[in-house]
């Protein structure tokens, strides 16, 4: 077999026979190689390689010159990075410019998503022999949930009726007023189904992958709660308590759609009226309610 489009070769045993490729092999994640030619023509040259793209890309996308149009014209990755330092103190440049200090929240979560999204695809997608595959333990997203994201409590509960029925009907629930709105920042999603490989290997570890799937980009504080498609709830709080009181108040709006949907048909709410009520609860803004002593 002769090379590749890309310059690669097929795998020599022979030492003494020099090798065709001009790229390197090996080093994914080095970032000091622009891309990864092997891995790029192995898939380009194998269609039964095309399980490896979502790897490819997140490999491309943590080189800062693969930002593209979404990066600054020097290929930096600056625009991700916090302008202080890990200690809080801000360094200047020779030209006056801050030192970049770590990964913002923002781009720590669009990671965690992208590497979350790439084991998802390889599950489904790849051949029997990944399947299995563990990009990230179920120990590391815990820690990393205990570090970054505030929510320090979880809730699953087959004791509420209204939103069971939800789940089981495999439908999100809707968001039709305000009373809502100042809770959920907008429907409460419920997940995909699992496949039946999802339930026979790692059953809890992949309801935890749909469920990230349903939140998706929006900010698990806005939206602490999901409904697992015939299953259930899950609601989280910044603390045991609050995870418990977002499950009292999902049955209640779970009750509420219900009834409003039986009486006539309804639109969801308004966006204005729905940014207009939650924000008015929660965040830097809010203004509602008594001040907390």
Not at 159 to 186: M, N, S
Request: some cysteine; proline content about 6%.
């Amino acid at each position: 077999a002769g090379a590749s489009p890309d310059g690669e070769c097929p795998l020599v045993v022979d030492d003494s026979t020099p090798s065709c490729g001009d790229s390197r092999f090996g080093c994914w994640v080095c970032t000091m190689v622009e891309k990864d030619k092997s891995m790029t023509a192995m898939i380009q040259n194998d269609v039964e390689k095309e399980w490896m793209m979502p790897l490819l890309e997140l490999r491309n996308a943590l080189d800062s010159r693969g930002c593209g149009e979404t990066g600054p014209e020097d290929g930096s990755d600056h625009h991700l990075r916090d302008f202080r330092r890990l200690t809080g103190a801000v360094q200047l440049m020779a030209t006056g410019k801050p030192v970049p200090g770590p990964y913002t929240q923002e781009a720590r979560a669009f990671w965690l998503r992208k590497l979350l999204q790439a084991q998802a695809h390889i599950r489904k997608n790849g051949p029997p022999e990944v399947r299995d595959i563990e990009l990230i333990s179920i120990d590391e997203l815990q820690e990393i949930l205990n570090r970054n994201s505030g929510l320090k409590g979880l809730c699953g509960t087959n004791d509420l009726r209204e939103v069971l029925a939800w789940a089981q009907a495999g439908k999100d629930i809707p968001c039709l007023g305000t009373t809502h709105a100042d809770y959920f920042h907008g429907p409460v999603p419920v997940t995909r189904r699992l496949m039946e490989k999802e339930t026979e290997t790692d059953y809890e570890y992949n309801t935890g992958l749909v469920i990230a799937e349903a939140i998706g980009e929006r900010d698990p504080l806005t939206m602490p709660a999901v409904l697992v498609n015939s299953h259930g709830p899950f609601t989280w709080g910044r603390s045991v308590a609050a995870a418990l009181q977002n499950a009292v108040i999902l049955e209640e709006v779970a009750k509420i759609a219900f009834l409003s949907l039986s009486i006539a048909p309804a639109n969801e709410i308004e966006k204005h009226l729905l940014d207009r009520h939650y924000a008015r609860k929660h965040g830097a803004s809010a203004r509602y309610g008594q001040n907390k002593v």
